[in-house]
C-alpha cells in the first residue's frame, strides 16, 4: 500500500509550477490552487524563507533566486555543452533557443537563450512545461519515443509525428501559445532521457527547413560534446 502523499508539499511544488510561466498575485495562486488566500499565503512564506520565491513591491510573486541555483544542477552536463550552442543558434537567428526534455507526459524547458539583438523577443522560461503532445518540441521528443511509450494521441498528431521523424524536425504554429511558431529537431543522448533543441518566434523571413538545419548543427555540436 503506497504512503500517503503530504498534501502541504504537493501544494508548494504546484505553486513552483504555476509561477514558472510568470509573476502572479496572491489572489491568483490561491486561484489556481483552488485554497483559500490564508493558505496560500502560509506556503508562499514558507517557500519565500527558502528563495525559492520572492515579491516585488506590488506584492506580485515569482520564481527566487534559489530555483535558479537548484536548477542549475539538473543535468548539469548537458545544460554546461547546450548553452553555448544556445547562445549562438538564439544570436544567429534572432529568436529565443531553448532545450526541451521528456518528463512524464510532458515536455519541459531546461535552458533557454533569448537573441541578444532582436526587436520583439519572446521568452521561453526554465520550467515553462506543456503536454508532449502539442507544440515541436513535444513532437520532436515523440519521434524518439515507442508508441507504446505514448499518452494517448489521435491519428492526426500521429501523422504529423511520422512526418517530423521522416524529414527529421517538428514544426508547431498557435499550438502552445496563439501567434508563436516553434520549430525543434530531436537530441537523442545515450542514457539520458529524450530531449530537444527548439526555437520560437513571431515571424521570419526563414523557412522552417533552414532553421531546422541550423538546430541539427547544434544537436550534432551537443552529441559529440558529450560523447554520444
Same mark, same amino acid.
Given at each position: 500500500? /503506497? ?8 501544494r508548494?511544488?504546484?505553486?513552483? +509550477? ?10 491568483? &495562486?490561491?486561484?489556481?490552487?483552488? &485554497?483559500?488566500r490564508?493558505?496560500?499565503? =502560509?506556503?508562499l512564506?514558507?517557500? +519565500? ?16 533566486p534559489?530555483?535558479? /541555483?537548484?536548477? #542549475?544542477?539538473v #543535468?548539469?552536463d548537458?545544460?554546461? +555543452?547546450?548553452?553555448? @550552442? %544556445?547562445?549562438?543558434? #538564439?544570436? @544567429? ?8 526534455? %521528456? ?8 535552458t ?6 532582436a ?20 513532437k520532436?521528443?515523440?519521434t524518439? %519515443? ?6 494517448? &494521441? ?5 501523422? +504529423? &509525428? #511520422? ?5 527529421g ?5 498557435? @499550438? ?11 537530441l537523442?543522448? =545515450? ?5 530537444a %533543441? ?8 526563414r523557412?522552417? /527547413? ?12 551537443? =552529441? ?5
Open positions: 500500500m /503506497a504512503a500517503p502523499a503530504s498534501q502541504t508539499l504537493s508548494g511544488i504546484r505553486i513552483l +509550477e504555476i509561477l514558472a510561466d510568470g509573476p502572479l498575485s496572491i489572489d491568483d &495562486v490561491a486561484a489556481r490552487l483552488e &485554497v483559500h490564508s493558505i496560500a499565503y =502560509r506556503l512564506r514558507t517557500l +519565500e524563507d527558502h528563495r525559492l520565491v520572492a515579491r516585488d513591491s506590488a506584492g506580485r510573486v515569482s520564481l527566487g534559489r530555483m535558479a /541555483a537548484l536548477a #542549475a544542477g #543535468a548539469h548537458l545544460q554546461a +555543452e547546450a548553452l553555448p @550552442e %544556445l547562445t549562438a543558434v #538564439a544570436n @544567429e537567428l534572432g529568436m529565443t533557443c531553448f532545450l526541451a526534455v %521528456l518528463d512524464g507526459d510532458e515536455c519541459i524547458t531546461l533557454s537563450v533569448e537573441p541578444r539583438h526587436v520583439a523577443n519572446v521568452a521561453q522560461r526554465p520550467g515553462t512545461r506543456h503536454p508532449i503532445t502539442v507544440g515541436a518540441p513535444g520532436a521528443i515523440l524518439q %519515443l515507442r508508441d507504446t511509450q505514448w499518452p494517448a &494521441v489521435d491519428e492526426a498528431l500521429r501523422a +504529423e &509525428v #511520422a512526418a517530423a521523424g521522416e524529414r524536425y517538428a514544426i508547431s504554429h498557435d @499550438e502552445v501559445i496563439p501567434n508563436l511558431r516553434s520549430v525543434a529537431v530531436p537523442v543522448l =545515450r542514457g539520458k532521457r529524450p530531449a %533543441l527548439a526555437v520560437v518566434h513571431v515571424a521570419s523571413q523557412s522552417d /527547413a533552414e532553421i531546422a538545419a541550423r538546430l541539427q548543427q547544434s544537436a550534432t555540436g551537443i =552529441r559529440d560534446a558529450l560523447g554520444g
